[in-house]
């Protein structure tokens, strides 16, 4: 069962990340753009409303990779929706399926807190090729019910750590373990101020991606394979008119829920 259920959300996930190299191409390999871009089709695609820019709608060149995105998302959500219960054993069968692409003398994990599908994306086509790109569904959309799907077994007699977890996935592949918790100071940072505009939003993002990406291109230098990590997303919702804050929590079409996993 869980093959037939992780299909579908692989192959859409990676016919996305094989359509980016288009918006890329696009834009003049403007990253900058690209990645706004990328996060308008995911808001869009999420709630039917635009953010920053109206290019993924009014562009022919973007419908393509807008398709995709809905029907990616629609997929995600049709599991939520049937298969809850079950939501801890199919994640530890996209992780047993992560494992058979990580393997190396010098591995690293990096748990990125907050992390999400729209930056893991981004992540993926900068890095190119990639071994591994897949997601987990976090119901909740918060480190807690991460924990619970991710140490289910564990976890009605005793919580772990956020960092525990990590750890003892390091421990069991020979792996290096790094946890940056860079997007959730900033989740919760702009969720506390009361509203901004989208593009101050979408620029903070951005440039913690830029340093993300300056990390994973040192630990590659190195001759290192990455098994990079989030245990959830979120969401831009807004705040006040024409202000916008960050969340992550479980809500209907959340992107809170996906908690994306590459191996690099």
Do not use: C
Not at 172 to 199: K, M, S, V, W
Not at 240 to 261: E, V
């Amino acid at each position: 069962m869980h093959y037939e259920v992780i299909t579908p959300i692989v192959n859409t996930l990676y016919e996305l990340h094989n359509s980016l190299g288009r918006i890329f191409k696009y834009l003049d390999k403007n990253d900058k753009e690209a990645y706004e871009i990328l996060f308008n089709i995911f808001h869009y695609s999420a709630t039917g409303s635009i953010l920053t820019t109206t290019k993924p709608l009014e562009d022919a060149r973007f419908i393509n990779i807008l398709d995709t995105t809905k029907r990616f998302l629609e997929i995600v959500f049709e599991v939520y929706n049937k298969y809850t219960a079950s939501l801890a054993n199919i994640a530890h069968y996209v992780y047993d399926m992560t494992l058979s692409h990580f393997r190396s003398n010098k591995k690293y994990i990096l748990l990125y807190d907050g992390m999400s599908i729209i930056e893991a994306l981004y992540i993926a086509h900068k890095m190119r090729p990639v071994n591994f790109v897949g997601v987990m569904i976090n119901p909740g959309g918060v480190t807690e019910t991460y924990k619970f799907i991710m140490g289910s077994h564990k976890y009605l007699t005793r919580v772990q750590r956020l960092e525990e977890i990590i750890r003892q996935i390091a421990k069991e592949t020979g792996a290096q373990a790094q946890i940056f918790r860079d997007y959730d100071d900033a989740i919760h940072r702009i969720e506390n101020l009361g509203g901004l505009d989208p593009q101050t939003i979408i620029d903070e993002v951005y440039n913690i991606t830029l340093r993300l990406g300056a990390r994973l291109n040192f630990l590659k230098r190195e001759g290192a394979t990455i098994m990079l990590i989030s245990d959830h997303g979120y969401d831009v919702v807004p705040a006040i008119p024409k202000r916008f804050k960050m969340q992550h929590k479980w809500a209907q079409h959340a992107l809170s829920i996906i908690a994306p996993i590459l191996v690099l």
